[in-house]
């Protein structure tokens, strides 16, 4: 059983600053890839930012040079550095990985998501 469970999400100050945890745990043997995701009520989930386990990056132009993903491999875990917050920024954040536990097959886990307000 794989779990994703996401962290750091509340309230911020517009302009501040907020890094976001993902932990996966169970049986994993090897992580594909991490994203980031968001959806704002209203508003279809998008992407944000994703890394692959040998460290490529993307992200969405709406936050680049303001957020940050990174991979730790060892622990499974991905967070998500987020700089200069502006409203629009608010949304129910998600990670998923692209990850597999029997060396067949890669699949899909999503988290529960997290919630990120940002105020003026």
């Known amino acids: 059983q794989v779990r994703l469970v996401e962290s750091g999400g509340g309230l911020v100050q517009l302009g501040g600053a907020m890094t976001l945890s993902c932990a996966a745990s169970g049986s994993i043997l090897s992580i594909y890839a991490v994203g980031w995701y968001r959806q704002a009520p209203g508003n279809q989930r998008e992407l944000v930012a994703s890394?692959?386990?040998?460290?490529?990056?993307n992200y969405a132009d709406s936050v680049k040079g303001r957020f940050t993903i990174s991979l730790d491999n060892s622990r499974n875990t991905v967070d998500l550095q987020m700089n200069s917050l502006k409203l629009e920024d608010t949304a129910v954040y998600y990670c998923d990985a692209v990850l597999t536990t029997d060396q067949r097959e890669y699949k899909t886990y999503w988290g529960q998501g997290t919630q990120v307000t940002v105020s003026s």
């Open positions: 890394i692959t386990s040998n460290g490529n990056t």
